[in-house]
């Protein structure tokens, strides 16, 4: 298996995961008042927001050439950080 090959398993794989942990925080928010889930509303739309834009992105990265896929990793690689910061900031407000 190439790099190229190994990240995008890596990716996908990360974005399943997104998935699973987004869809469970939707569940939690479900048992909020009706303030507080409207406030968690928003965040979950914000995750899958950037669910979407690291899923089109890894799209875009897959048809690229081989030079150009290694530019387009940092773009796909900001886009993890955000998704990651935006479920541990979900994940520690219900927490508290």
Known sequence: MSKKDDYFALMEAQIKKWDAE??????????????????????IKAMRANR???NKKLR???????????????????AWASM????DKASSQFKK
Do not use: F, I
């Not at 875009?60 to 900001?78: I, L, P, V």
């Not at 990651?84 to 479920?87: M, N, Y």
């Open 84 to 87: 990651k910061k935006a479920l």
């Open 60 to 78: 875009e990265m897959r048809t690229a050439s081989e030079s150009a896929w290694q530019h387009m990793q940092a773009g796909m690689d900001a």
């Open 52 to 54: 979407d834009a690291a």
């Open 22 to 43: 987004v869809d469970k925080l939707s569940a939690k928010g479900a048992q909020l008042g009706a303030e507080a889930r409207a406030k968690y509303d928003e965040q």
